[in-house]
């Protein structure tokens, strides 16, 4: 029986693969300024009077936390949230985490599509270069962009365990 096991020749450099591993969990140049651009076009929103104002005023979930992270509370705006489209400067629901002092801290914003427009069966939706997943929970598509508050587990994912609900009322 002939081997045929591959020797490698030699071994790659740790600073290289720490650059090629890096250059790998970036975004696209194209994501970079569009979560830029969301990034200009929700900051008025840190505060939630003006986030009201503009209509983001209902509270669909309360605050979420999860043993993996939290996620905070969901303020949609129900005429975003009903009109059928995904708009990247006009999320569906923008995330806020209640602080000691009362007040709620803009951390992130969620694009939802309701089965109702889009059904479970259809081709995951993408948008930033992220394919939005379906919340069995709530009958909903779903992407999280935590472009307010950095997430270890990465910009585009559910929970983050850096927000907290320890001061929801």
């Excluded at 029986?1 to 090629?20: A, F, G, K, N, Q």
């Excluded at 801290?105 to 479970?120: G, Q």
Aim: glycine share 6%; with cysteine.
């Amino acid at each position: 029986m002939t081997d045929t096991r591959i020797e490698p020749t030699r071994s790659v450099p740790p600073t290289l693969l720490c650059v090629v591993l890096l250059a790998a969990m970036s975004l696209p140049a194209a994501a970079d300024s569009e979560i830029a651009a969301l990034r200009r076009a929700t900051a008025p929103f840190h505060s939630i009077d003006v986030a009201f104002n503009a209509g983001w005023t209902t509270d669909i979930t309360g605050c979420l936390e999860a043993p993996e992270g939290g996620m905070g509370h969901h303020f949609a705006n129900l005429d975003v949230l009903f009109d059928a489209e995904v708009d990247p400067l006009r999320p569906e629901t923008l995330l806020y985490e209640p602080r000691k002092d009362g007040s709620l801290r803009l951390v992130a914003v969620e694009y939802v599509i309701p089965e109702d427009f889009l059904p479970r069966s259809a081709e995951a939706p993408v948008l930033f270069g992220q394919e939005f997943h379906f919340n069995e929970d709530f009958g909903v598509w779903a992407l999280h962009v935590w472009a307010w508050r950095h997430n270890p587990y990465g910009m585009f994912e559910d929970w983050n365990p850096r927000v907290s609900c320890e001061f929801a009322s």
